[in-house]
Protein backbone atom coordinates (compact mmCIF):
# COMPACT_ATOMS: atom_id res chain seq x y z
CA UNK A 1 0.00 0.00 0.00
CA UNK A 2 2.74 2.65 -1.21
CA UNK A 3 1.72 6.21 -1.01
CA UNK A 4 5.13 7.93 -2.27
CA UNK A 5 7.62 7.23 -4.69
CA UNK A 6 10.14 4.63 -3.75
CA UNK A 7 11.87 5.40 -0.63
CA UNK A 8 9.96 8.36 0.04
CA UNK A 9 7.52 8.38 3.17
CA UNK A 10 4.44 10.42 3.80
CA UNK A 11 4.59 12.23 6.96
CA UNK A 12 1.30 12.43 8.79
CA UNK A 13 1.15 14.48 11.91
CA UNK A 14 -1.22 13.49 14.69
CA UNK A 15 -2.27 16.20 17.13
CA UNK A 16 -4.24 15.65 19.98
CA UNK A 17 -5.23 17.82 23.06
CA UNK A 18 -3.84 15.15 25.84
CA UNK A 19 -2.94 11.57 26.15
CA UNK A 20 -3.34 11.80 30.19
CA UNK A 21 -4.90 8.84 30.87
CA UNK A 22 -7.64 10.08 32.74
CA UNK A 23 -9.25 11.68 29.63
CA UNK A 24 -11.27 8.84 28.93
CA UNK A 25 -11.20 6.16 25.40
CA UNK A 26 -9.78 9.10 23.04
CA UNK A 27 -6.47 9.08 25.20
CA UNK A 28 -6.49 5.47 24.44
CA UNK A 29 -7.78 4.98 20.70
CA UNK A 30 -5.77 7.93 19.31
CA UNK A 31 -2.21 5.93 20.37
CA UNK A 32 -3.76 2.68 19.30
CA UNK A 33 -5.10 4.07 15.85
CA UNK A 34 -0.75 5.69 15.32
CA UNK A 35 0.62 2.97 16.80
CA UNK A 36 -1.13 0.49 13.93
CA UNK A 37 -0.75 3.03 10.69
CA UNK A 38 2.86 3.14 12.35
CA UNK A 39 3.31 -0.36 11.00
CA UNK A 40 3.04 0.55 7.52
CA UNK A 41 6.74 1.09 6.28
CA UNK A 42 5.86 3.94 3.90
CA UNK A 43 4.34 6.17 6.61
CA UNK A 44 6.35 8.67 8.93
CA UNK A 45 3.97 9.06 11.98
CA UNK A 46 4.28 12.15 14.48
CA UNK A 47 2.12 12.44 17.18
CA UNK A 48 1.53 15.35 18.91
CA UNK A 49 0.19 16.69 22.81
CA UNK A 50 0.69 18.72 25.64
CA UNK A 51 0.42 18.52 29.18
CA UNK A 52 1.81 19.80 32.49
CA UNK A 53 4.84 18.93 33.62
CA UNK A 54 5.28 15.07 34.48
CA UNK A 55 1.84 14.88 34.04
CA UNK A 56 1.49 10.60 32.79
CA UNK A 57 0.64 9.99 28.99
CA UNK A 58 -1.03 6.74 27.76
CA UNK A 59 2.07 5.01 26.15
CA UNK A 60 2.65 3.86 22.94
CA UNK A 61 3.38 -0.26 21.68
CA UNK A 62 6.25 0.86 18.90
CA UNK A 63 9.17 2.75 19.01
CA UNK A 64 8.18 3.56 15.46
CA UNK A 65 6.16 6.63 15.92
CA UNK A 66 7.83 10.43 16.71
CA UNK A 67 6.08 11.68 19.77
CA UNK A 68 6.68 14.98 20.92
CA UNK A 69 4.74 15.48 24.35
CA UNK A 70 4.84 19.54 24.61
CA UNK A 71 5.20 20.04 28.33
CA UNK A 72 4.57 23.55 30.36
CA UNK A 73 4.22 24.42 33.98
CA UNK A 74 1.82 27.26 32.91
CA UNK A 75 -1.74 26.38 33.31
CA UNK A 76 -2.62 29.72 31.35
CA UNK A 77 -0.49 28.36 28.03
CA UNK A 78 -1.88 24.95 28.27
CA UNK A 79 -5.43 25.78 28.33
CA UNK A 80 -4.72 28.70 25.15
CA UNK A 81 -3.06 25.64 23.79
CA UNK A 82 0.58 27.78 23.04
CA UNK A 83 3.05 24.89 23.43
CA UNK A 84 1.31 23.04 20.87
CA UNK A 85 0.66 25.68 18.42
CA UNK A 86 4.32 26.85 18.66
CA UNK A 87 5.35 23.14 17.75
CA UNK A 88 3.30 22.62 15.21
CA UNK A 89 4.73 25.84 13.21
CA UNK A 90 8.05 24.50 13.96
CA UNK A 91 6.65 20.68 12.44
CA UNK A 92 5.50 22.52 9.28
CA UNK A 93 8.40 24.35 8.40
CA UNK A 94 10.42 22.31 4.75
CA UNK A 95 9.63 19.58 4.49
CA UNK A 96 6.09 19.75 5.66
CA UNK A 97 3.97 16.77 6.51
CA UNK A 98 1.86 15.37 4.34
CA UNK A 99 -1.16 15.33 6.11
CA UNK A 100 -2.22 16.75 9.46
CA UNK A 101 -5.16 14.46 11.07
CA UNK A 102 -6.72 16.53 13.97
CA UNK A 103 -8.17 14.32 17.03
CA UNK A 104 -11.12 16.87 18.60
CA UNK A 105 -12.49 20.38 18.12
CA UNK A 106 -13.63 23.04 20.21
CA UNK A 107 -10.20 23.12 22.11
CA UNK A 108 -7.48 25.74 21.02
CA UNK A 109 -5.35 22.47 20.19
CA UNK A 110 -7.33 21.88 17.59
CA UNK A 111 -7.91 25.20 16.56
CA UNK A 112 -4.28 25.44 15.84
CA UNK A 113 -3.94 22.59 13.99
CA UNK A 114 -6.77 23.24 11.66
CA UNK A 115 -5.56 26.89 11.10
CA UNK A 116 -2.11 26.09 10.86
CA UNK A 117 -2.63 23.32 8.11
CA UNK A 118 -5.00 25.87 6.28
CA UNK A 119 -2.59 28.46 6.41
CA UNK A 120 0.10 26.43 5.09
CA UNK A 121 -1.89 24.15 2.28
CA UNK A 122 -1.60 20.89 4.21
CA UNK A 123 -4.45 18.69 3.47
CA UNK A 124 -6.47 18.19 7.25
CA UNK A 125 -8.05 15.36 8.42
CA UNK A 126 -10.78 15.94 11.59
CA UNK A 127 -11.74 13.44 13.46
CA UNK A 128 -14.44 14.87 16.07
CA UNK A 129 -14.10 11.91 18.27
CA UNK A 130 -17.82 12.45 19.85
CA UNK A 131 -17.52 16.27 20.11
CA UNK A 132 -20.06 17.32 17.09
CA UNK A 133 -22.66 14.64 19.08
CA UNK A 134 -26.09 16.29 20.06
CA UNK A 135 -25.05 15.40 23.84
CA UNK A 136 -21.70 17.39 23.28
CA UNK A 137 -22.89 20.31 21.81
CA UNK A 138 -25.99 20.64 24.60
CA UNK A 139 -22.88 20.88 27.54
CA UNK A 140 -21.66 24.67 27.45
CA UNK A 141 -23.99 25.45 24.46
CA UNK A 142 -24.05 28.86 24.26
CA UNK A 143 -20.01 29.27 24.44
CA UNK A 144 -19.92 26.36 21.62
CA UNK A 145 -22.53 28.25 19.32
CA UNK A 146 -20.09 31.40 19.99
CA UNK A 147 -16.95 29.19 19.49
CA UNK A 148 -18.87 27.55 16.03
CA UNK A 149 -19.26 31.13 14.53
CA UNK A 150 -16.00 32.51 15.28
CA UNK A 151 -13.51 29.70 14.32
CA UNK A 152 -15.07 26.16 14.68
CA UNK A 153 -17.16 25.94 11.15
CA UNK A 154 -14.73 27.51 9.23
CA UNK A 155 -11.86 24.76 10.41
CA UNK A 156 -14.21 22.05 10.23
CA UNK A 157 -15.10 23.59 6.44
CA UNK A 158 -11.41 23.33 5.91
CA UNK A 159 -10.36 19.94 6.02
CA UNK A 160 -10.64 17.40 3.49
CA UNK A 161 -12.22 14.37 5.08
CA UNK A 162 -14.21 14.07 8.44
CA UNK A 163 -13.80 10.63 10.07
CA UNK A 164 -16.84 9.40 12.23
CA UNK A 165 -16.58 6.69 14.15
CA UNK A 166 -20.09 5.35 13.64
CA UNK A 167 -22.96 6.35 10.87
CA UNK A 168 -24.94 7.65 13.74
CA UNK A 169 -21.86 10.29 14.44
CA UNK A 170 -21.87 10.57 10.41
CA UNK A 171 -25.73 11.57 10.27
CA UNK A 172 -25.24 13.90 13.53
CA UNK A 173 -22.16 15.75 11.80
CA UNK A 174 -24.67 16.37 8.38
CA UNK A 175 -26.99 17.69 10.21
CA UNK A 176 -24.86 20.81 11.53
CA UNK A 177 -24.66 21.75 7.90
CA UNK A 178 -20.87 20.02 7.13
CA UNK A 179 -20.87 18.53 3.38
CA UNK A 180 -17.31 17.24 2.79
CA UNK A 181 -16.64 13.46 2.52
CA UNK A 182 -16.99 11.22 5.83
CA UNK A 183 -15.24 8.23 5.86
CA UNK A 184 -17.07 6.02 8.61
CA UNK A 185 -14.12 4.19 10.66
CA UNK A 186 -14.94 2.90 13.96
CA UNK A 187 -12.36 2.50 17.14
CA UNK A 188 -10.92 -0.75 17.15
CA UNK A 189 -10.33 -2.93 20.74
CA UNK A 190 -7.50 -4.91 21.55
CA UNK A 191 -8.85 -8.23 21.78
CA UNK A 192 -8.45 -10.21 24.96
CA UNK A 193 -5.97 -12.95 25.25
CA UNK A 194 -6.52 -16.04 27.43
CA UNK A 195 -2.74 -16.25 28.52
CA UNK A 196 -2.55 -16.55 31.84
CA UNK A 197 -4.47 -16.59 34.71
CA UNK A 198 -5.15 -12.92 36.12
CA UNK A 199 -6.09 -13.43 40.05
CA UNK A 200 -9.96 -11.88 40.76
CA UNK A 201 -10.16 -9.01 42.47
CA UNK A 202 -10.45 -9.45 46.07
CA UNK A 203 -13.98 -7.63 46.37
CA UNK A 204 -15.65 -10.57 44.60
CA UNK A 205 -17.79 -13.08 46.10
CA UNK A 206 -18.46 -16.25 44.71
CA UNK A 207 -22.08 -16.07 46.46
CA UNK A 208 -22.91 -13.36 43.88
CA UNK A 209 -22.98 -12.44 40.42
CA UNK A 210 -21.65 -8.99 39.22
CA UNK A 211 -22.98 -6.63 36.65
CA UNK A 212 -19.61 -4.44 35.49
CA UNK A 213 -19.66 -0.66 35.02
CA UNK A 214 -16.41 0.52 33.49
CA UNK A 215 -16.28 4.23 32.11
CA UNK A 216 -15.66 7.86 33.58
CA UNK A 217 -18.11 8.25 36.37
CA UNK A 218 -20.35 11.34 34.58
CA UNK A 219 -23.29 12.15 34.58
CA UNK A 220 -23.11 11.27 30.53
CA UNK A 221 -22.98 8.06 31.48
CA UNK A 222 -26.32 7.75 33.08
CA UNK A 223 -25.37 5.56 36.34
CA UNK A 224 -28.56 7.89 38.14
CA UNK A 225 -30.44 5.82 36.01
CA UNK A 226 -29.03 2.38 36.32
CA UNK A 227 -29.08 3.06 40.63
CA UNK A 228 -32.75 3.63 40.01
CA UNK A 229 -33.19 0.36 37.76
CA UNK A 230 -31.07 -2.18 40.11
CA UNK A 231 -32.70 -0.50 43.18
CA UNK A 232 -36.49 -1.41 41.32
CA UNK A 233 -35.34 -5.01 40.65
CA UNK A 234 -33.67 -5.80 43.99
CA UNK A 235 -31.49 -8.84 42.40
CA UNK A 236 -30.90 -10.60 45.19
CA UNK A 237 -27.68 -12.58 43.85
CA UNK A 238 -26.26 -9.81 42.15
CA UNK A 239 -24.27 -7.28 42.92
CA UNK A 240 -22.49 -3.88 40.99
CA UNK A 241 -19.38 -2.68 40.29
CA UNK A 242 -18.62 0.49 39.25
CA UNK A 243 -15.08 1.32 38.09
CA UNK A 244 -13.25 4.59 36.22
CA UNK A 245 -12.00 7.77 37.12
CA UNK A 246 -14.55 10.04 39.48
CA UNK A 247 -15.02 13.11 37.40
CA UNK A 248 -16.38 16.23 39.01
CA UNK A 249 -16.92 14.37 42.19
CA UNK A 250 -20.28 12.62 40.35
CA UNK A 251 -19.00 9.60 42.44
CA UNK A 252 -20.52 11.17 45.80
CA UNK A 253 -24.54 11.76 44.04
CA UNK A 254 -24.26 8.30 42.81
CA UNK A 255 -23.36 6.56 46.01
CA UNK A 256 -25.67 9.20 47.94
CA UNK A 257 -28.82 8.16 45.88
CA UNK A 258 -27.68 4.34 46.31
CA UNK A 259 -27.79 5.22 50.22
CA UNK A 260 -31.24 7.10 49.78
CA UNK A 261 -32.58 3.63 47.98
CA UNK A 262 -30.62 1.29 50.60
CA UNK A 263 -28.83 -0.59 48.03
CA UNK A 264 -25.42 1.03 48.68
CA UNK A 265 -24.30 -2.87 50.44
CA UNK A 266 -24.77 -4.30 46.86
CA UNK A 267 -22.50 -1.84 45.14
CA UNK A 268 -18.93 -1.51 45.05
CA UNK A 269 -16.37 1.91 43.36
CA UNK A 270 -13.29 -0.15 42.85
CA UNK A 271 -11.50 3.22 41.11
CA UNK A 272 -9.76 3.38 37.91
CA UNK A 273 -8.53 0.28 36.55
CA UNK A 274 -6.18 -0.55 33.49
CA UNK A 275 -3.85 -2.79 32.39
CA UNK A 276 -3.84 -6.72 33.58
CA UNK A 277 -6.31 -4.68 36.52
CA UNK A 278 -8.59 -3.96 33.86
CA UNK A 279 -8.63 -7.27 31.82
CA UNK A 280 -9.07 -9.71 35.14
CA UNK A 281 -12.49 -7.20 36.40
CA UNK A 282 -14.14 -7.64 32.93
CA UNK A 283 -13.01 -11.53 33.01
CA UNK A 284 -14.42 -11.55 36.66
CA UNK A 285 -17.67 -10.38 36.39
CA UNK A 286 -21.13 -12.01 34.49
CA UNK A 287 -22.44 -8.93 32.58
CA UNK A 288 -21.19 -5.24 31.26
CA UNK A 289 -23.80 -2.29 31.44
CA UNK A 290 -23.51 1.34 30.32
CA UNK A 291 -26.71 3.05 30.42
CA UNK A 292 -24.63 6.49 28.68
CA UNK A 293 -26.84 9.03 26.97
CA UNK A 294 -24.14 9.58 24.45
CA UNK A 295 -21.25 7.80 22.46
CA UNK A 296 -19.89 8.68 19.44
CA UNK A 297 -18.60 5.21 19.95
CA UNK A 298 -18.21 3.10 23.12
CA UNK A 299 -14.81 1.14 23.25
CA UNK A 300 -15.75 0.10 26.63
CA UNK A 301 -18.46 -2.15 24.67
CA UNK A 302 -15.74 -3.54 22.62
CA UNK A 303 -13.61 -4.13 25.40
CA UNK A 304 -16.37 -5.92 27.30
CA UNK A 305 -17.72 -8.15 23.98
CA UNK A 306 -14.13 -9.32 23.59
CA UNK A 307 -13.68 -10.89 27.19
CA UNK A 308 -17.16 -12.64 26.84
CA UNK A 309 -19.14 -10.37 28.26
CA UNK A 310 -22.84 -9.87 27.12
CA UNK A 311 -23.66 -6.10 26.93
CA UNK A 312 -26.48 -3.89 27.46
CA UNK A 313 -26.55 -0.03 25.72
CA UNK A 314 -28.25 1.83 25.50
CA UNK A 315 -29.60 4.09 22.35
CA UNK A 316 -27.00 6.86 23.25
CA UNK A 317 -24.48 4.27 21.57
CA UNK A 318 -24.16 2.94 18.35
CA UNK A 319 -24.42 -0.83 19.26
CA UNK A 320 -27.47 -1.86 17.65
CA UNK A 321 -25.26 -4.95 16.12
CA UNK A 322 -25.92 -6.41 19.45
CA UNK A 323 -29.30 -7.35 19.53
CA UNK A 324 -28.66 -8.51 15.47
CA UNK A 325 -25.40 -10.71 16.66
CA UNK A 326 -27.44 -12.00 20.11
CA UNK A 327 -24.52 -11.06 22.03
CA UNK A 328 -26.61 -8.64 24.69
CA UNK A 329 -29.26 -5.47 24.85
CA UNK A 330 -29.29 -2.69 22.75
CA UNK A 331 -32.58 -0.42 24.58
CA UNK A 332 -33.58 3.03 24.67
CA UNK A 333 -32.11 5.53 27.14
CA UNK A 334 -34.64 5.66 30.30
CA UNK A 335 -35.03 3.99 33.63
CA UNK A 336 -37.81 1.30 32.74
CA UNK A 337 -35.70 0.21 29.17
CA UNK A 338 -32.62 -0.35 31.57
CA UNK A 339 -34.52 -2.35 34.23
CA UNK A 340 -36.26 -4.68 31.74
CA UNK A 341 -32.62 -5.48 30.01
CA UNK A 342 -31.37 -6.48 33.47
CA UNK A 343 -34.47 -8.67 34.13
CA UNK A 344 -34.02 -10.70 31.49
CA UNK A 345 -30.16 -10.85 31.50
CA UNK A 346 -29.74 -11.49 34.99
CA UNK A 347 -33.21 -14.33 34.22
CA UNK A 348 -30.45 -16.29 32.09
CA UNK A 349 -28.52 -19.40 33.30
CA UNK A 350 -25.06 -19.54 33.22
CA UNK A 351 -25.29 -21.46 30.16
CA UNK A 352 -26.91 -18.81 27.96
CA UNK A 353 -24.96 -16.14 29.39
CA UNK A 354 -22.29 -17.67 28.54
CA UNK A 355 -23.21 -18.70 25.18
CA UNK A 356 -23.87 -14.87 24.38
CA UNK A 357 -20.74 -13.86 25.33
CA UNK A 358 -18.93 -16.61 22.92
CA UNK A 359 -21.08 -14.68 20.14
CA UNK A 360 -20.07 -11.31 21.08
CA UNK A 361 -16.12 -12.49 21.25
CA UNK A 362 -16.57 -13.71 17.92
CA UNK A 363 -18.55 -10.57 16.62
CA UNK A 364 -15.91 -8.17 17.41
CA UNK A 365 -13.41 -9.37 15.84
CA UNK A 366 -14.07 -7.33 13.04
CA UNK A 367 -12.31 -4.03 15.31
CA UNK A 368 -9.68 -5.22 14.93
CA UNK A 369 -7.16 -2.10 14.89
CA UNK A 370 -5.26 -3.82 11.77
CA UNK A 371 -7.91 -3.49 9.59
CA UNK A 372 -9.23 -0.10 10.73
CA UNK A 373 -5.31 1.35 9.94
CA UNK A 374 -5.82 0.48 6.77
CA UNK A 375 -9.01 1.73 6.02
CA UNK A 376 -7.36 5.16 7.43
CA UNK A 377 -4.50 4.69 5.15
CA UNK A 378 -6.52 4.26 1.91
CA UNK A 379 -8.43 7.51 3.18
CA UNK A 380 -4.71 9.09 3.57
CA UNK A 381 -4.41 7.19 0.02
CA UNK A 382 -7.57 9.05 -1.95
CA UNK A 383 -6.92 12.41 -0.51
CA UNK A 384 -3.16 12.47 -2.00
CA UNK A 385 -5.03 11.30 -5.48
CA UNK A 386 -2.99 8.12 -5.34
CA UNK A 387 -6.17 5.59 -4.51
CA UNK A 388 -9.84 5.37 -5.21
CA UNK A 389 -12.52 6.77 -3.46
CA UNK A 390 -12.40 3.78 -0.25
CA UNK A 391 -15.40 2.05 0.57
CA UNK A 392 -15.86 4.12 3.96
CA UNK A 393 -16.02 7.26 2.40
CA UNK A 394 -19.45 8.63 2.09
CA UNK A 395 -20.04 11.94 0.22
CA UNK A 396 -23.12 13.09 0.25
Known sequence: MKLNKAGEKVSVVHVVASLYPRHGGPSRTVVQLTDSIAKNIDISVSLLSQGALGEPSVPSSTGAIDRRKIESSSRIALSFGLPIRHELTNITKHPYPIIIHNHGVWLPVNHWASSIARRNGIPLVIHPRGMLEPWAISEKFLKKRLAMTLFQRKDIDSAKVLVATALSECENIRRLGFRQPIAVIPNGVKLALLGD???????????????????????????????????????????????????????????????????????EYVGEVDGDQKDALYRSCDLFVLPTFSENFGVVVAEALSHGLPV?????????????????WWVEIGIDPLQEALRKAMALSDEERHAMGARGKEYVRRYNWEDIAKQTIEVYRWILGKGDQPQCVLTD
Open 197 to 267: VIPQPSFLNENFKTALFLSRVHPKKGLLNLIRAWSNLSPENWRLCIAGPNEGGHLDEVMSLARQLGIQDFI
Open 312 to 328: ITTHGAPWSDLEVYGCG
